[in-house]
């Protein structure tokens, strides 16, 4: 199932019917958007299997030999996140920057392989406005493995930073 059109960027594309994706989307799309822009990894914290967490990064490569175990802690990809954050901040148009990102992100599919396990993969294909007035094309994509516990979908693993498209 793909993303419904939106009147806004902010507005969730699935409805409350289709509860998995509609609670999937407001978490990791809008919550995780939202913290991002403001730098507070604590709004996404318990989003994460904090003891079995590790994830890799592709690099925007889909040769599978040029992935690295680039993130094998939740510290090591905070850290990168925080960063991450900062540095859009500082060059993005804060007038904007909520909405494009918005914009530009997607749950391109959920696959939940068993009643506790689903694979999850958002992708990235936007543009980030300035402060300049100018535009930087972004693209990625990311595969997230989550378990369900206590209740809660939480994240222990991904491959981060796909190319768009992969052959």
């Not at 822009?37 to 994460?48: Q, T």
């Not at 920057?97 to 068993?114: M, Y």
């Not at 378990?147 to 809660?152: E, G, T």
Request: aromatic share 10%; hydrophobic share 40%; net charge negative.
């Amino acid at each position: 199932m793909t993303n419904a059109p939106k009147s806004s960027p902010a507005e969730n594309p699935y409805p409350p019917s289709d509860a998995l994706r509609h609670v999937l989307w407001e978490q990791h799309i809008k919550t995780d958007i939202d913290a991002f822009i403001a730098g507070d990894w604590s709004r996404v914290a318990a989003d994460f299997d904090e003891d079995r967490f590790c994830a890799l990064d592709a690099g925007r490569s889909a040769d599978p030999a040029d992935w690295t175990v680039g993130f094998p802690t939740l510290e090591a990809y905070k850290t990168t996140w925080l960063s991450q954050s900062k540095v859009t901040n500082e060059r993005a148009d804060p007038a904007l920057l909520r909405d494009a990102l918005l914009k530009g992100a997607s749950l391109a599919k959920v696959t939940q392989t068993s009643t506790d396990a689903l694979v999850m993969l958002k992708s990235f294909d936007g543009a980030l406005p300035l402060k300049d007035g100018t535009f930087e094309p972004y693209g990625w994509q990311s595969l997230f493995t989550l378990r369900l516990v206590q209740q809660d979908w939480k994240i222990v693993s991904f491959i981060g930073y796909l190319p768009p498209s992969i052959p």
